[in-house]
């Protein structure tokens, strides 16, 4: 679903991304794993025309997207759920919910969406009146999952989704992904700092060192990856 041939992004004279070269295929959960400053968020910013990059190549369904703005990505079925969550704090739970549907007119199509959210963060429900700045981090981030999910993307990219959490509900989060992947068939690119939790959920992954990516494979194959094991695993 998505490639990326040699990407090279900067901020002025620094080169964040080295010829970052990854495939997301259809329907996969890809965990993208390293440390502070490694590229990560970065990778997911060119991908979403946020930090375009300055060479290289991101294909999205065969079609070259890198030379895209922003708006032009999200209408193509990209949405990205940034770090720090990022809700509208003064907005209802609702309404964030709403405003990820911006792009849609299926009115059939967004109940059926808001119906299947509801049903699997029960809590936003719950609290479908109350301002968003008002709930806990976990459920901020639900909120922020559930309101890119209101786009109905083809592709979701998630930036550390279990940042600042308590570990249950980092839990409960990946949890959620999974589920996600599992009944809407979703393509999710997950950037975890939180590497054994994401390589237990996703079905490949990338370990990113210095802009570069320094390993991939299956996301069992990183499990059991011994280098990986030591740098990231804590084993
Ligand atoms: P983290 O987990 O801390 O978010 P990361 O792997 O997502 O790390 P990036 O945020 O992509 O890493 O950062 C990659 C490199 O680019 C780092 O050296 C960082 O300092 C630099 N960088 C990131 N954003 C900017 C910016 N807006 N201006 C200048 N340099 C930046």
Redesign the pocket.
């Known amino acids: 679903m998505l490639e990326l041939k040699d990407i090279r992004t900067c901020?002025?004279n620094?080169m964040?991304?080295k010829d970052v070269t990854l495939s997301v295929p259809a329907g996969e959960i890809v965990a993208l794993i390293?440390?502070?400053?490694?590229?990560?968020?970065?990778?997911l910013?060119s991908i979403s025309g946020i930090?375009p990059p300055r060479s290289g190549e991101i294909l999205f369904l065969g079609q070259p997207i890198q030379t895209l703005g922003p708006d032009e990505i999200v209408s193509l079925g990209i949405s990205q759920v940034p770090?720090g969550r990022r809700i509208f704090p003064k907005l209802t739970v609702a309404e964030n919910l709403d405003m990820g549907a911006f792009l849609r007119s299926d009115q059939a199509g967004i109940k059926s969406d808001l119906d299947y959210i509801y049903g699997l963060f029960p809590i936003l429900a719950q609290r479908r009146y109350q301002q968003g700045g008002t709930l806990s981090g976990g459920e901020q981030q639900m909120l922020a999952i559930a309101r890119a999910l209101m786009a109905r993307p083809r592709l979701l990219l998630l930036?550390?989704p279990s940042l600042g959490l308590a570990p249950l509900f980092v839990k409960l989060i990946l949890t959620m992904i999974r589920k996600i992947s599992d009944e809407q068939g979703t393509t999710i690119l997950l950037?975890e700092?939180n590497a054994n939790m994401a390589l237990k959920i996703a079905h490949r992954g990338y370990v990113?060192e210095n802009?570069r990516i320094a390993f991939s494979g299956t996301a069992r194959s990183l499990l059991n990856n011994e280098s990986v094991k030591s740098a990231y695993l804590g084993i």
């Open positions: 901020y002025g620094i964040a991304l390293g440390a502070n400053g490694a590229g990560k968020t970065t990778t910013m930090v770090e930036d550390e950037v700092q990113m802009g």
